[in-house]
């Protein structure tokens, strides 16, 4: 049975496994074959990364972004783990460095973009560096009609039938369609061990706005953010530009980042993104899969995303640390129609089309919700949740009313203009508006002319907009937009059916006051000197921060202060390798002065034999000149010491055979006491 929890601490600097980990991790170690769905932030990585560990062989991890890579490897190495990637974008030193861990066996890890999988040589290649574990990273690339579909990821298996090896495919987004194609593109049916550790990101407030004034509110929504990082979603490349502009006006560190600029410019603002603290990136979903930055404070939609999947995708990019992240999704009937358009319009079959307005619907359903945002969305992902309390619908509850007549109304006027017209014709009709387009159409002679004065032009185009989020109409494409009524619709144009609506507010979620400060204003300046260190040591390094440390291991060392490295150990996120890379320079900082410690002592740091270590120095100490202090001077050297530290059970004879007989014979017996005392 493997032991994974001294490499979950010596490695990774973690006690425990977060929920769902242990089993996952388990299972890939056995060499089952495995699909795991996994909340984005759940730690997904360490579930194939500790395996690697504990299996022999190589772990081929199939990844589909460069940066997302290198960060990894990086991380890894950080923690030193003998990992590495081929890449494109890797230097000939890079590779030359792969190759020879690979050709001597050191190497436990090697990450590869599924494009290489075409290439002729790269099947050889596997064949021969003895290939143990396939790891599938966001394995729903692998959904033909997914958001995210990569060709060359159907290659992989294949792969896995040539090399007869397990495979363990991870992902944050499938719902059960996709899940279905994973298994049978990556598994050929054959169903794997699989592991639904839910969709819930707790940490993350949700919240929805009808779109009114979009660039201010925008604008309101990151200046109450002022200085966290945060990523704003637009539809279009040119509102990245002049929204990113926006934004530095208002003072803030913004760039634009979409997929027309050249590949340059997109790896400097990427790398800015990973390095700077506070920077935020107005982006299309060109930027999206891969970060990896774990304290992202905010995301923002300043469009309608495409769909329920992309939404939970985007969002789920923001506070991967566990820590509080907040979330605004603007929306409004033009991106509806965009939206609605862009399916119609695709070249995918008709049944396919059909499910991609269901996922449209759902994404609609929940930005139109009259409940928990949290349980809408978790219902379309399967699972039943309680009000979350941490969604703008549960902050203020929305006014309700019967829709019923308004929407019997608006019905009525788009079958009695035969569905050629789009909303704004409908509401001049149903207002009694006097235009030239009534006039010329003589609509003015409708029985529908005049009946909603009741409501005012912005009531009636939040109802077209629910109208529309609810699927009751969409818009015709070979009739220019032309709204037309679905079947949903025929109960309630019938009397057969009630719909509720919401009396249409600006949400206020923009006001909403920014998640409470990371620490305490006692520890602020402590932390915010942390970060300094941590900063000059990324850029010297030439590695994203929290390749370094994460937000989360600077914060417990700001409140908690450890004075020495035993101390420091402790905190989370502090293995082995990083302790004795980084832990005197940042206990310098903690503390102002550090106690030199002799490496063989260092490396106990942090686990019970340290507490050991010690108490034999001083017993040494208390000896060396014998029981009655007038022998001649004799000591063991800290390599001994610590070798003695780790020795179980106080045994005798193998103290005899490490001290030699003349320091056996002078220590023994008290080292066997102290032994025998901590074990």
Not at 83 to 88: C, K, N, Q, V
Not at 205 to 232: N, T
Not at 237 to 250: D, F, H, I, S
């Amino acid at each position: 049975m493997f032991d994974a929890a001294p490499l979950l601490r010596d490695v990774f600097g973690f006690d425990d496994f977060r929920p769902g980990q242990e089993e996952i991790v388990d299972a890939v170690t056995a060499g089952e074959n495995v699909l795991a769905i996994m909340p984005t932030g759940g730690g997904k990585s360490l579930c194939f990364q500790l395996p690697a560990l504990l299996r022999d062989g190589v772990t081929v991890v199939i990844s589909p972004l460069i940066a997302l890579m290198r960060d990894q490897v990086r991380g890894l190495q950080e923690a030193g783990v003998e990992a590495g990637a081929l890449t494109s974008g890797n230097t000939p030193e890079e590779t030359d460095a792969v190759w020879e861990a690979l050709e001597a066996g050191r190497l436990k890890l090697l990450y590869m973009a599924p494009e290489r999988l075409a290439a002729g040589s790269a099947m050889g290649m596997l064949r021969r560096i003895n290939v143990s574990l396939i790891a599938v990273d966001e394995a729903h690339c692998v959904s033909q009609w997914g958001h995210d579909f990569r060709p060359d990821y159907l290659r992989i298996g294949e792969l896995r039938r040539t090399l007869n090896i397990p495979l363990a495919a991870f992902t944050a987004t499938a719902d059960a369609e996709t899940q279905d194609e994973i298994v049978e593109k990556l598994f050929d049916g054959s169903p794997p061990r699989k592991f639904l550790r839910g969709f819930d990101r707790p940490n993350i407030h949700l919240a929805f706005g009808a779109k009114d004034g979009p660039r201010k509110q925008i604008l309101d929504f990151a200046a109450a953010r002022k200085g966290q990082s945060g990523i704003v979603y637009c539809g279009t490349r040119n509102k990245t530009e002049v929204l990113a502009q926006a934004l530095r006006a208002e003072g803030h560190a913004a760039c634009h980042y979409h997929g027309g600029m050249e590949a340059e410019d997109r790896r400097i603002v990427e790398t800015r993104f990973a390095r700077e603290d506070g920077l935020i990136v107005v982006a299309t979903v060109a930027f999206g899969m891969g970060i990896d930055k774990p304290d992202i404070r905010w995301v923002a939609h300043a469009d309608l995303p495409k769909s329920i999947e992309a939404y939970y995708q985007e969002i789920g990019r923001a506070g991967r640390d566990g820590d509080p992240a907040e979330t605004l999704t603007l929306f409004g009937p033009d991106d509806i129609r965009l939206r609605r358009t862009q399916i119609d319009e695709g070249l995918a079959p008709a049944e396919r089309r059909g499910a991609d307005h269901g996922r449209l619907n759902a994404l609609l359903g929940l930005a139109e919700a009259l409940k928990c945002r949290r349980q809408t969305l978790l219902g379309y992902f399967g699972e039943q949740a309680e009000p979350c309390g941490k969604c703008d619908l549960c902050d203020t509850p929305p006014e309700i009313f019967d829709g019923t007549t308004p929407v019997r109304m608006a019905l009525s006027a788009i079958l009695r203009t035969e569905e050629w017209f789009g909303a704004g014709h409908l509401i001049d009709i149903l207002l009694g508006s006097d235009t030239d387009k009534i006039r010329t159409r003589r609509h003015d002679n409708l029985s529908t002319y005049g009946i909603g004065k009741e409501w005012s032009r912005p009531q009636w185009q939040a109802i077209f907009r629910q109208m529309m989020g609810y699927d009751l109409v969409r818009p015709d494409p070979d009739r220019h937009g032309a709204l037309r009524m679905t079947e949903a619709a025929k109960p309630i144009l019938k009397g057969e059916a009630q719909i509720d609506l919401r009396k249409d507010t600006i949400r206020k979620a923009t006001r909403r006051p920014a998640v409470k400060a990371m620490v305490s204003e006692e520890d602020a300046p402590l932390l915010s000197a942390l970060k300094a260190k941590r900063r000059a040591l990324a850029e010297s390094a030439r590695v994203p921060a929290y390749v370094i440390f994460p937000d989360r291991t600077l914060i417990e060392m700001a409140e908690t202060r450890p004075a020495t490295l035993d101390d420091m150990a402790r905190i989370s996120g502090i293995g082995a390798k990083k302790l004795e890379r980084y832990g005197t320079t940042f206990l310098e900082i903690l503390t102002g002065a550090v106690e030199e410690l002799h490496p063989a002592r260092r490396k106990l740091a942090g686990r019970d034999q340290g507490a050991v270590y010690d108490r034999l120095l001083e017993v040494q100490s208390q000896l060396s000149r014998g029981p009655d202090g007038i022998d001649k001077p004799l000591t063991c050297s800290a390599a001994q010491l610590a070798k003695v530290a780790q020795l179980r059970d106080g045994d005798a004879r193998a103290l005899e055979q490490l001290l030699g007989e003349r320091r056996a014979d002078r220590f023994g017996a008290a080292f066997l006491d102290v032994l025998q005392a901590a074990g």
